[in-house]
């Protein structure tokens, strides 16, 4: 294997075919995105960075032991067979070390007004070193990673070798020529870099919601911010065809579209497909799950629930598909029935959350007592109606379904302040639901999530909102000291909001407009008294010191 310090060894070693240890998973982008974000790159400091890198490059050799010489310089060479995955981030952090260095010289580059070809040359240099870095990288994940870590060592060498090959031309200022005939390369390079990092933004591998998204927010900068100018840049200089090009990367979203028009014929090309641990089962047993839920809701949450779990197990494997090579794949598009599995499960979650709203609509509807008592905080909690409801925000895609569920969570949203002890502000968001509510609303979409929310809104809400704002009302009354009969009888007596505007002290702004008229006193007799009594203290102390 080749050193880490200076990638002059061949990559073709004879490395071992069975590792000693399990496969390591390594998370590059996110892990690179980090470092990125934050040690300077949000400033587009490069220098920084390569500091960083450097000190991060020391620390990973300390822990690993695969430290320099000290006297007599004698590089460590990465043994072939390692148990520590620390090992590898050693070729990646020695890889964006010398990135960082070569977009650092091309910048000062681009900055100076007279031509300087040295500096480009040397960020040039260091970018092709870079590019050896990444593809020692993509030699040791080959043999001591899984699957995914390659497919994503073998986008970054890909994306790193498209920069190297023409892409930093453009970055180097001015001198065009030098590289145009490399741009072909890189823009098979790119586009390479690109599939397989399209692939990977649906291979999530974080357990918790927050890693999930910071996950997708990687992927999205680096397909909409890093690939995508480069990928036009090279399409302009190499003459490529623009429309063949654009339908080849919007044949996915395409496709995208399709499957969630045609659930039942895609679930059917997914059902003729032979997947290892058999998907075809699990494919049909959702699709009989999905048309099989009735008026119990306890049952038809269950069976979201189990649905859900299904199309979990069916992504799972869809997922093993996707990285395999493309001569193990059988010619099989597995993004587009990924894209449609994922799209049945977020209706059904939907669906689920919608018939977890309408259980907790249906108890407030039944509840005798106050929504503040804990007899009622034991039967319904308006904070779970709030978080379901930004649940489903996150995953409708409809204006009137999104507004829907918005005045939804603005009647949990009021019972929770009422809940608080905060009854006024209550009654004012109701009052508030009830103009809001008093609108009719028309799906963009029809589907059977579309018309659940829209008939919830439409036949619970309006009832639950006049129903809770005048309960509390008489909480108010009952909280001044029970006298009923000062309660207010009139309906225009009762409008709370908005609230009457009352009259407030200021306090005034003094400004002294006659500042500039103001004439300063004469002071120049004072000076004069004090100048003869200065000068016969000065007279007396010279006439001591000359005797």
Not at 304 to 314: F, K, M, N, T
Not at 321 to 346: F, L, N, Q, T, Y
Not at 460 to 489: D, F, H, I, S, Y
């Amino acid at each position: 294997m080749a050193s880490a310090s200076e990638p002059t060894a061949s990559l073709g070693e004879e490395l071992p075919s069975v590792p000693a240890h399990a496969p390591f998973s390594l998370n590059i982008l996110v892990k690179v995105k980090t470092m990125q974000q934050q040690n300077g790159l949000r400033h587009q400091d490069y220098h920084r960075y390569r500091q960083y890198c450097s000190r991060r490059l020391h620390r990973i050799r300390k822990a690993t032991k695969l430290t320099n010489g000290r006297e007599r310089f004698k590089k460590c060479v990465i043994p072939d067979d390692f148990s520590l995955h620390k090992v590898l981030e050693i070729p990646l952090v020695s890889a964006e070390r010398a990135w960082a260095y070569s977009a650092e010289l091309l910048g000062v580059y681009a900055q100076f007004i007279e031509d300087k070809p040295a500096l480009r040359y040397h960020g040039i240099d260091r970018l092709r070193k870079a590019v050896r870095y990444a593809q020692i990288l993509l030699a040791m994940c080959r043999v001591h990673c899984d699957s995914r870590t390659v497919m994503e060592a073998e986008a970054y060498e890909s994306f790193m070798s498209g920069n190297a090959d023409g892409s930093m031309a453009l970055a180097g200022g001015g001198v065009l020529e030098f590289n145009l005939e490399e741009f072909p390369a890189a823009l098979e390079k790119l586009t390479l870099a690109n599939d397989l990092y399209q692939k990977l933004s649906v291979l999530t591998t974080s357990s918790s919601e927050k890693e999930i998204r910071l996950e997708k927010a990687y992927y999205a900068q680096m397909l909409d911010s890093d690939i995508a100018p480069k990928l036009r840049q090279c399409r302009y200089y190499a003459d490529e065809s623009h429309i063949a090009e654009r339908k080849k990367e919007s044949s996915a979203a395409k496709e995208g579209a399709k499957a969630s028009k045609n659930q039942v014929a895609t679930l059917q090309q997914i059902d003729a497909v032979k997947v290892r641990g058999d998907a075809r089962g699990d494919v049909m047993t959702l699709a009989e799950y999905y048309d099989s839920t009735d008026d119990n809701i306890s049952a038809a949450i269950d069976g979201c629930s189990e649905v859900a779990g299904l199309c979990q197990e069916v992504l799972s494997k869809i997922h093993s598909e996707m990285v395999k090579p493309p001569e193990d794949s059988g010619g099989i598009d597995w993004a587009v029935h990924e894209v449609e599995v994922r799209a049945v499960s977020e209706d059904v979650s939907g669906e689920r959350s919608l018939l977890l709203i309408y259980g907790l609509l249906a108890k407030l509807r039944s509840l005798n007592s106050w929504i503040g008592t804990s007899k009622a905080r034991m039967s319904v909690k308006p904070e779970e109606g709030v978080r379901l409801c930004d649940m489903l925000l996150e995953t409708l895609e409809g204006t009137a379904e999104k507004q829907a569920i918005k005045d939804i969570r603005l009647l949990f949203l009021a019972l929770a302040h009422a809940s608080g002890g905060k009854v006024p502000e209550a009654v004012s968001l109701l009052q508030l639901l009830e103009q809001r509510s008093a609108t009719q609303l028309k799906a963009e979409q029809d589907t059977r999530l579309s018309r659940g929310i829209l008939r919830l809104r439409a036949d619970l809400l309006p009832a639950a909102a006049v129903q809770w704002r005048l309960k509390c009302l008489l909480q108010m009354v009952a909280e001044k000291g029970g006298r009923a009969a000062e309660a207010p009888t009139t309906t225009e007596s009762t409008k709370l909001f908005p609230p009457p505007l009352q009259p407030m002290p200021c306090k005034p702004l003094v400004i002294d407009m006659a500042f500039d008229y103001i004439t300063p006193p004469d002071l120049s007799k004072e000076v004069e008294e004090r100048k003869p009594q200065k000068q016969a203290a000065s007279t007396g102390l010279l006439s001591r010191l000359g005797g």
